[in-house]
């Protein structure tokens, strides 16, 4: 875990990921005590049949394949938020694993019979560690729905594999007003499935003006 090093975040970087998280709506204060702010744990998800099956790379963009000059179609999202446990505590130096359809609902997994096509400049998968302060970013592209059956259309989403030194979390990160949301066995098996529904939120000014901020914290039970 400890060569998941936070090094590959810029100090600029960091500070961005300072300005966005100062200014969002997290639902907890650190004018609270740790036993006043009781977190509810992220509700889990399946881990699909997607999980990828070569190692993940440390890359943080998945908009660009090292050595091609071209970038990932869709819709640019700078992933961020934090990782905590139940009282509230930071987790540093967690395990963030992500894994994702491209912007035409299609992975990079050869058990993905969608006929949708593959975008070669798109990196589907990463795997990050968490700051000190438990926080993460990655900057990807908006994953479009896809067919995952005869009668189910998977909305958008994002995988993710949470590791902290206690506790594992296997979930998946969806966007709000997707069409699919309402009648997903996967994400409505979620009993909080609020907590696992994000916003497209505009960039600051330190990020492409065309990208979009997508924040989402992810609570452990112990970290
Ligand atoms: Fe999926």
Known sequence: MGSYSIGDLSRREILKMSIVLAGSSVAFSTNLTAAEVALRRTPAQILGPF????????????????????????????????????????????????????????????????????????????????????????????????????????????????SGRHDRLVTQMYFENDPYNEKDPILNSAGRKELLITRLLDPSPEFDPDSKVVMFDIVLFKG
């Open 51 to 162: 999980y990828p099956l070569n190692k993940l790379t440390r890359n943080f963009d998945l908009t660009r394949v090292p050595g091609r000059t071209g970038h990932a179609d869709g819709q640019v999202l700078n992933v961020m938020g934090r990782v905590l446990n139940l009282a509230g505590k930071p987790v540093r130096n967690a395990k963030v694993e992500v894994w994702q359809a491209n912007a035409y609902g299609r992975y990079t997994h050869p058990n993905d019979t969608n006929p949708a096509p593959l975008d070669p400049n798109f990196v589907g998968s990463a795997v990050l560690a968490t700051d000190p302060q438990g926080r993460y970013r990655f900057k990807t592209i908006k994953p479009a729905a896809y067919p995952a059956g005869p009668d189910l259309i998977r909305p958008a989403h994002i995988h993710f594999q949470v």
